[in-house]
């Protein structure tokens, strides 16, 4: 949902930053692995209830998600990239609820449901990008992508601003995922309702 009223924001001084990694041989990959790599630290983290680093370790795995797009916007997006983009994003947003369960068992059903919900908005994402392509249809509303990316109540901004709020209140994570949790399936059932609407013959 706020996606691209932040991308107005945070996309030129991220351009920027692109721009001067790429004429420095940075590949736009390399960032994205190793912001993976970092952002799984937030597993042990939670884990062990260390929520300043848990959080430490979400800011700069975004941090780079933000980076390796822009560097790919410097030098031209590439279809592994746009593929790697994606599959880790959904990885680390499942491995930051599974630290959660790790750490407290007794919201482990929270957890559950909140992982639940995240394979209907990753899912309903990813086959609407299918047929998108498949189709040729094209939108550049959340900048230029490798991929056809489809928006919700329930997008990255919403899931950072999650994340954060389960580190700092992590007594609340039972009403954070209920919550959260109802705003993904909300994006699921719009987002198929669209593909009905799009795709329908």
């Not at 970092?38 to 979400?58: E, F, N, Q, S, Y």
């Not at 709020?165 to 399936?185: E, K």
């Amino acid at each position: 949902m706020l996606d691209a009223a932040l991308r107005r924001v945070i996309d030129p001084p991220l351009d920027t930053a692109g721009r001067w990694l790429a004429r420095r041989g940075v590949a736009a990959n390399a960032v994205t692995v190793a912001g993976f790599a970092v952002g799984m630290l937030a597993i042990p983290a939670l884990a062990t209830g260390r929520h300043d680093l848990a959080l430490a370790a979400i800011l700069a795995n975004r941090l780079a998600d933000g980076l390796d797009g822009a560097i790919a916007r410097a030098v031209g997006p590439s279809d592994l990239g746009g593929y790697l983009d994606i599959v880790l994003d959904f990885l680390f947003y499942s491995a930051v609820v599974f630290g959660v369960a790790l750490g407290r068992p007794e919201h482990a059903v929270w957890a559950a449901f909140l992982i639940f919900s995240f394979v209907g908005t990753g899912s309903s994402f990813l086959a609407y990008a299918i047929v998108a392509a498949k189709r040729g249809v094209t939108t550049a509303t959340r900048g230029r992508k490798s991929i056809y990316y489809l928006g919700g109540l329930a997008e990255g901004s919403e899931t950072v601003i999650a994340f954060v709020l389960i580190c700092l209140l992590p007594d609340a994570f039972p009403w954070i995922a209920g919550v959260f949790g109802a705003m993904c399936w909300i994006t699921t059932a719009s987002r198929i309702g669209q593909a009905v609407r799009a795709f329908g013959d």
